[in-house]
Nanobody, 121 residues
Framework: VTVAESGGGVVQPGGSMTLSCTASGGTFNDYAVGWFRQAPGKEREGVSCITPSDSSTYHAGFVEGRFTITSNNAKNTVYLQMNTLKPGDTAVYYC???????????????WGQGTQVTVSS
């Protein structure tokens, strides 16, 4: 399966943004799908993930209820709705598909190229 992200850009603090992750060459129903991010000078970290087959989700603690992950199985797409964005959310956001619903990078095998999200006034 190949995954591709879209929807990044620049947003002001307190604003919202939705990222999309679309699969090709396979179906997300067979995988767990996770969003990860990497800020400059920091390691990549798990943000949120979902198993589209049953809509189970996981969020990292720093999300604090601000982000929502959903899937549209008919479109083979997973969305990350991000609200109340902070400058600390600035990072390259990656989508990945794997076999286990976790926030661990090592559990994911198929990665997109990433999309830049910048939170700045």
């Amino acid at each position: 399966v190949t995954v591709a992200e879209s929807g990044g850009g620049v947003v002001q603090p307190g604003g919202s943004m939705t990222l999309s992750c679309t699969a090709s060459g396979g179906t997300f129903n067979d995988y767990a799908v996770g969003w990860f991010r990497q800020a400059p000078g920091k390691e990549r970290e798990g943000v949120s993930c979902i198993t589209p087959s049953d809509s189970s989700t996981y969020h990292a603690g720093f999300v604090e209820g601000r982000f929502t992950i959903t899937s549209n199985n008919a479109k083979n797409t997973v969305y990350l709705q991000m609200n109340t964005l902070k400058p600390g959310d600035t990072a390259v956001y990656y989508c990945a598909a794997g076999s286990v619903l976790t926030g661990r990078e090592s559990d994911y095998n198929y990665w997109g190229q990433g999309t830049q999200v910048t939170v700045s006034s």
